[in-house]
């Protein structure tokens, strides 16, 4: 459940004073009937909101943003270990969405849910290449060399080709690495391929997004802005 005038503004109906005025005017109706009350508390999923008649999304299309703590199975459900969406709040989990790609269990950082099939399929495609950048604690020292080899495409051990990458060294053991694709254990392949096993695995930006003090194990939902900039960085 949530405010009636905090899903308008959500759905891009306006800001929050205009949303006020567009209510007070009696051009909402939840279920039929005109509601005059911002503050009322509406289910979007269960209930038809309408504006001048036009009913906003049936579903409304939610973007999510999880600091995933380490220890969580990016899943929608698995039988023994702790899942992602434990971590989202009950009336969320409801709203079908699904995490965008995935991090290892022990990666911690920024993972994206959504309930829109189209938009989670660009993020994750290769061919739009949604930059992600993750920061890497690891044995030994990223060096000139190796930074070459990932700018150029580097090849795994089993012969699987990785997309050009960035690999900028932050000093003795730790580094940055931005790629475009999410391969199986891309990051720690990658890695490992230069005798640079990584310890500690973080994903701090996707694209446009960065977590920016969110709190780890905390979620929050993205504005429309944030979303409409995330759409332009995968088409
Ligand atoms: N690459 C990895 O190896 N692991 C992750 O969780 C994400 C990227």
Known sequence: MER???????????????????IKAGRVTVDGAVQG????KIDPQQQEICVDGERLGGKRRLVVMLNKPAGYLTATQDRQDKTVMDLLPEDLRRQGLN??????????????????????HRLISPKKEVPKVY???????ATEADVAVFAAG???????????????????GESLITVCEGKYHQVRRMMASRQMTVQYLER??????????????EIRILTEAEVTELEKSSL
Request: net charge negative.
């Open 37 to 40: 009350d911002a503050s009322r």
């Open 154 to 172: 580097l090849t795994l051990g089993d012969g699987t080709v990785c997309l050009p990458a960035v690999l900028e060294p932050l000093g003795e």
């Open 204 to 217: 701090r930006k996707e694209g446009n997004l960065e977590l920016e003090g969110l709190p780890r194990g």
């Open 4 to 22: 009636l005038d905090k899903f308008l503004c959500d759905s891009g109906v306006g800001s929050r004073s205009q949303v006020k005025l567009v």
């Open 135 to 141: 920061y890497a604690r690891h044995e030994g020292t």
């Open 99 to 120: 995490p965008v790609g995935r991090l290892d269990k022990a990666t911690e950082g920024l993972l994206l849910f959504t309930n829109d099939g189209d938009l989670l």
